[in-house]
């Protein structure tokens, strides 16, 4: 450590990416700091992944033990299924404070500092850091040879929607589950929307999907788009609506939703629902960070520039000894990718040269089945490969052909993987079927080592399992390959 500095390195903001990046850090010999103002965790921790996927687990067993058809065809007879609201709320937040009370012991057992109360940049090497006390702020200035910015971010609201937290909501509310709507709307079809999608049906609501684009779950690859919709959408009680925007949302009893064509602006509809859940994705929560006594801009709608090794950039050059990682970036707005940028950062800082390769990070939707992708596309990789002078194949195969789906009894699903013809590179995997958040690690690392079709195809998976649905694909596109050679 430089005896010209508090610490070698101040992190402002404690959620999975700076946790990430702060135990890293204390691994490399750092003496370290973390500003956190709010709940230890970030989002994460407490509004996003853990919440929510505690909810997914209790309303899914709602799910599986109210299926009779389905317990029925492997010899289980059902009465049906009873739930307690408040009981799975108080799951969710029971784990919340497992998980936040677990990273906060262990950047404590490891030396780190934390330090309480809203951080900013106050030029070079400098962190002040304001803490409420009573009617008064007390205010402190610390200094360290590297400041991390890794403040997250926070539901996007469009205009025009006015929120009360109790009828119209984002998922920072939805995750409590205060109350379960007899019949609620839901704007956005990406990853958020789905999963709560997932849990109010399961839990006896009617929903109304609201997207703005042409097609509903825009983000997927089109394949996966359209088993995905027949199953989580089609086969429930859910009413879709697509190239529409809710212009006016006002809460009350009825929430009041206006809806307006995309193409021809005209209000086209105005339902009356019992809620209204927003999830349009999320901006960064980058203002009063001090940037701009550094000079740093951020870039619409928000996000701090940065190159390769997470260096923040100012007019295009590094600011000497300033990063930023995490959604607060918009690089890739997902906690482990906000982790792994946490990661170079430090590595970066300690001299070593090192990137993220965010084509290999994986994605899900803990939807029931479950939607994963890693990589690209398949019209993503035939746009590469034409600015790049090669060819793309893609191949699927079918969880109902799987012995181990079949004798679960979900055979609903598929699994694709994309790859370049003249080397057999992996460019994109996308699963939807049981268990598809984690089977698609396996393709996730084939891509971060660049391995072709050909190798893999000759990989080994026991049997049965669910991974041979990969270990198929694999074969059939190195059959691919041989053909076209």
């Known amino acids: 450590m430089s005896q010209a500095f508090d610490y070698d390195l101040v992190i402002i903001g404690a959620g ?24 230890m965790g970030g989002t994460c921790v407490n509004r996003g992944c853990i919440p929510s996927k505690a909810l997914l687990a209790a309303s899914g067993r709602v799910r599986e033990l109210g299926d009779r058809a389905h317990l029925s065809a492997m010899g289980i007879q059902s009465n049906g299924v009873s739930f307690d609201r408040a009981g799975i709320a108080d799951h969710a937040n029971t784990l919340v404070s497992k998980i936040q009370g677990d990273l906060t012991n262990s950047l404590t057992r490891l030396g ?46 469009p205009p025009g929607i006015e929120l009360d937290g109790k009828t119209v909501f984002t998922s920072d509310q939805a995750v409590k589950l205060e109350w379960l709507p007899q019949w609620v709307a839901i704007i956005g079809s990406g990853y958020i929307g789905l999963e709560f999608c997932d849990v109010y049906t399961a839990l006896g609501s009617e929903v109304t999907m609201i997207e703005a684009l042409p097609v509903l779950m825009p983000g997927f690859d089109p394949d996966i788009a359209k088993v995905a919709k027949r199953t989580l959408l089609d086969g429930r009680d859910v009413e879709t609506y697509t190239g529409v925007f809710a212009t006016k949302v006002i809460p009350g009893a009825p929430v009041t939703i206006e809806l307006t064509d995309a193409k021809t602006k005209e209000v086209v509809e105005v339902l009356e629902v019992d809620a209204c859940l927003v999830a349009t994705g999320r901006r960064p929560a980058t203002q009063k960070l001090g940037l701009e006594t550094v000079g740093v801009e951020t870039v619409r709608p928000g996000f701090i520039p940065v190159n390769d090794q997470m260096q923040v950039l100012k007019d295009g050059e590094p600011v000497p000894h300033l990063w930023a ?54 019209p993503q990789a035939k746009e590469l490969g034409e600015a790049e002078g090669f060819e793309v194949a893609s191949v699927r195969t079918y969880f109902k ?16 993987v994309i790859f370049r013809k003249d080397t057999g590179e992996v460019l994109g995997a996308h699963i939807f079927g049981i268990h598809a958040s984690d089977l698609i690690q396996e393709a996730a690392n084939a891509i971060a080592q660049g391995t072709s079709v050909k190798e893999l195809a000759f990989l080994v998976h026991a049997h049965p399992t669910l991974s041979e649905v990969l270990d198929e694909a694999y074969k059939r596109a190195e059959q691919t390959l041989v053909t076209v050679l």
């Open 325 to 378: 990682i995490g959604d607060a970036t918009g690089k890739m707005m997902l906690a482990h990718a906000a982790s792994a940028q946490g990661i170079v950062a430090v590595e970066n800082i300690c001299g070593r040269d090192r990137t993220v390769n965010y084509r290999s990070i994986p994605a899900a939707a803990f939807t029931h089945p479950e939607a994963s992708f890693v990589g690209l596309t398949e």
């Open 112 to 157: 780190v500092d934390i330090i309480r109360g809203w951080g900013k940049v106050m030029g070079p090497q400098k962190v002040e850091v304001n803490t409420p006390d009573g009617n008064r702020t007390v205010t402190k200035t610390i200094t360290a040879k590297d400041v991390m910015i890794s403040s997250g971010s926070v539901p996007a609201v």
């Open 401 to 416: 052909g799987n012995s181990k789906a079949i004798a679960e009894g979900e055979g609903d699903g598929l699994a694709k």
């Open 16 to 39: 999975v990416g700076g946790h990430g990046a702060a135990l890293h850090a204390v691994a490399c010999g750092l003496k370290t700091a973390i500003v956190e103002a709010a709940d």
